[in-house]
Nanobody
Framework: QVQLVESGGGLVQAGGSLRLSCAAS????????MAWYRQAPGKQRELVAAIFRGGTTNYADSVKGRFTISGDNTKITVYLEMDSLKPEDTGVYYC???????WGQGTQVTVSS
């Protein structure tokens, strides 16, 4: 059983930055990609960014050039650096190990205009 704990959410003005962290209870992304998803009120959960074994990354078009996903060398923590935030980035952000049932509890990000 793997536990994922997100942190770093909060309230920020448009144009600001936040850094989210996802700490796992064991070594992760040795095999499965890691990803950040978000869910805005009244909308479906959507993929924001993913990082694959070897360091390849993938981003939703809406966040390309503004968000950066990375992992530390211990393979236990995954980060999401969010810059130039927009009100439409508001939502609950979840950490997920792809192709598994493991999700974090989510962290709220609110961007005010």
């Amino acid at each position: 059983q793997v536990q994922l704990v997100e942190s770093g959410g909060g309230l920020v003005q448009a144009g600001g930055s936040l850094r989210l962290s996802c700490a796992a209870s064991t070594i992760i992304f040795n095999t499965n990609p890691m990803a950040w998803y978000r869910q805005a009120p009244g909308k479906q959960r959507e993929l924001v960014a993913a990082i694959f074994r070897g360091g390849t990354t993938n981003y939703a078009d809406s966040v390309k050039g503004r968000f950066t996903i990375s992992g530390d060398n211990t393979k236990i923590t995954v980060y999401l650096e969010m810059d130039s935030l927009k009100p439409e980035d508001t939502g609950v952000y979840y950490c997920h190990i792809e192709n598994t049932s493991y999700w974090g509890q989510g962290t709220q990000v609110t961007v005010s205009s």
